[in-house]
Nanobody, 133 residues
Framework: EVQLQASGGGLVQAGGSLRLSCAASGFPFAGFTFDDYAICWFRQAPGKEREGVSCISPSDGKPYYADSVRGRFTISSDNAKKTVYLQMNRLKPEDTAVYFC?????????????????????WGDGTQVTVSS
């Protein structure tokens, strides 16, 4: 079965940077390889609904971003390592949340980024990102 492991969270001052990693394993599974999945980052702040942050399709490397992070965050995929990264620059206090990576073989990355992720099949444990002002 597909497993995802998120890491890289921490405490950073506003304006700082962090890089999150999502290491995927268990491929191929049910006939699908890593390239066949949409891999996304979602986040959930206390008292708020989970929201999409960024998604990528490893097969073509096209990135998609929520408006709130576009221009500050960069998603990338190392297909050989089966790892997706989220480089977060110019962090703001409102970026504080638990960040989760998720994968789905049937999802479209361009669609999934605008969802709460309820349709994603596989989830990793979250990693806490705290941005102090």
């Amino acid at each position: 079965e597909v497993q995802l492991q998120a890491s890289g969270g921490g405490l950073v001052q506003a304006g700082g940077s962090l890089r999150l990693s999502c290491a995927a394993s268990g491929f191929p599974f049910a006939g699908f390889t890593f390239d066949d999945y949409a891999i996304c980052w979602f986040r959930q702040a206390p008292g708020k609904e989970r929201e999409g942050v960024s998604c990528i399709s490893p097969s073509d490397g096209k990135p998609y971003y929520a408006d709130s992070v576009r221009g500050r965050f960069t998603i990338s995929s190392d297909n050989a390592k089966k790892t997706v990264y989220l480089q977060m620059n110019r962090l703001k206090p409102e970026d504080t949340a638990v960040y989760f990576c998720a994968a789905d073989s049937a999802a479209s990355a361009i669609v999934a980024v605008d969802t709460t992720g309820d349709g994603m099949d596989y989830w990793g444990d979250g990693t806490q990102v705290t941005v102090s002002s």
